[in-house]
């Protein structure tokens, strides 16, 4: 597909600045290299600033409820495997509400993506702290500073052994748009966790804060010991090092493979219908 197929009338409406805008010009762009009409692809999303990313993208999307954009992504999927599935929300959304959709994916091995956007705040709801939130974040939730230490999701999901983890920064947008695609392009449920600056609500962590700390990796996703050193290094240097690329790495049977072997098809593959009335009726 090509940029002016999937470009939308729609103008985004984050924050100028926000680390929203380099995410979408990255999806935009893997999404030009792949080898799919808009028609295969499905973008899913819950809520919160980015959850309004479907909007902005001409293929098929679908906003769902705060946190349950799993659990969406999973039906679309395995009613027709032919899709490109993509997920993407934030951390409150993905680690709050949806942080038991995102245990249960990583053993589950869904073959989608999943983008979760870490601004390490709620943006959508004006700056309350989030799973992801570095201790002593000032916030309306905690005035004097967050006690509690942020959720370890990167090495909570390596721990699983889930099939394809990663970690991107929105302020590399090329590299970001390849980890994108890669993990599009690897069969699994692939995550990929993106250091997303919120400019409006999160005074800790902007540009230039990520600009001294970021790294690109370059070690073997597919060493386990190295992984888990990678995936625990943030935590481990108080965040003057934050490896991105692939963390882990591994191959394995994905969940409508494993349906398709025991009961010889999938639950259902829906008939094709003709919906063009209804898009008529709401295109833009
Ligand atoms: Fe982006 Fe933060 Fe503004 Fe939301 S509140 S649009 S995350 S900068």
Known sequence: MNIAQINTLEKPQWCPGCGDFGILMAIKSALTALDRDPSEVVIVSGIGCGGKTPHYIRTYGYEGLHGRLLPLALGIKISNPDLTVIAIGGDGDGLSEGGNHLLHFARYNVDITYLLQDNQVYGLTTGQSSPTSHKGFRSKTYPDGTPIE????????????ASFVAAGYAGNVKHLSQLILEGIRHRGFSFINIYQPCITWNYMNGYEW???????????????????QKANEPYNTNWEKIPIGVIYKNQSITLDEEIVNRVGKLISIPKPQDISGLLDRFSI
């Open 150 to 161: 942020p959720v370890k999701h990167i090495p909570m999901l390596v721990s699983q052994r």
């Open 210 to 228: 990520y600009q001294s700390r970021v790294y690109i990796t370059d070690h073997n996703p597919e060493d386990f010991d190295t992984a888990w």
